[in-house]
């Protein structure tokens, strides 16, 4: 079945003690994206990446890293976390090839909460 | 930036139709929309691409004029089973450079 995988689906931690959201597509995609998602502010990006070895901040990229080593995972990483990293995260895949008419799959999300 | 959604919410009774509308700033490659059930991840609705015809879903349907770099939803008839929220994905550019931003999204309710 083709998906996106997140893990863990819900976290909860204290400030300062490093976590790692894993990601994985098994649909061959090229771009992957990290997007929080808060009350009444929608979807925002965090980074993205348009393919392995190819990372780009979003619009909210503090206090977040990502590597893409592999073109399956996208991991996501808050060496720090802090109180207001306190949200909903969806991991994202998608082709990039030359027919552009493809959608955007979404991992389960991940409920994060730092105490 | 993100894409600009109006309006922020909705209140349907079923059988209504409704319209949402979805703005940028920047010249648009591509529209996306996807619609989020509460505590579920957002699920794929159309594509509209520059150049490209008004899509349809079943009595969903949406236009995006490359010109004013709009596009809009149509929700035709509403049922009980369209309430979520609703959100569109706008990319400047095609290919391997088409990143994705999402707006606000839009909270739609249909009543009985």
């Known amino acids: 079945e083709a998906q996106v995988t997140q893990n863990p689906r819900y976290l909860i931690t204290v400030t300062g003690k490093k976590l790692t959201v894993t990601c994985s597509q098994n649909?061959?995609?090229?771009?992957m994206s990290w997007y929080r998602q808060d009350p009444g502010l929608g979807l925002r990006q965090i980074y993205y990446s348009m393919n392995v070895e190819v990372t780009d901040k979003g619009d909210v990229p503090e206090g977040y890293k990502v590597s893409r080593k592999e073109k399956r995972n996208f991991p996501l990483i808050l060496e720090s976390p802090s109180p207001n990293q306190t949200s909903l995260y969806f991991c994202a895949s998608k082709s990039t090839g030359a027919i552009t008419y493809n959608e955007q799959f979404f991992g389960p999300g991940t409920r994060l909460t730092v105490l | 930036q993100q894409p600009v959604q109006s309006p922020q919410a909705v209140i349907l009774r079923e059988g209504e139709d409704a319209v949402i509308n979805c703005s940028s700033s920047k010249a648009l490659y591509s529209v996306h929309w996807y619609r989020q059930k509460h505590g579920e991840a957002p699920v794929f609705l159309m594509i509209?691409?520059?150049?490209?015809e008004q899509k349809g879903h079943e009595k969903i349907s949406a236009s995006f004029n490359e010109k004013k770099q709009q596009s809009s939803l149509y929700l035709t008839a509403s049922q009980l089973s369209y309430s979520g929220t609703y959100f569109c994905?706008?990319?400047?550019?095609?290919?391997?450079?088409?990143?994705?931003?999402f707006g606000k999204g839009t909270k739609l309710s249909v009543k009985p």
């Open positions: 649909m061959n995609h090229e771009y």
């Open positions: 994905g706008t990319a400047n550019y095609g290919g391997s450079q088409g990143n994705l931003i």
């Open positions: 509209l691409l520059k150049g490209g």
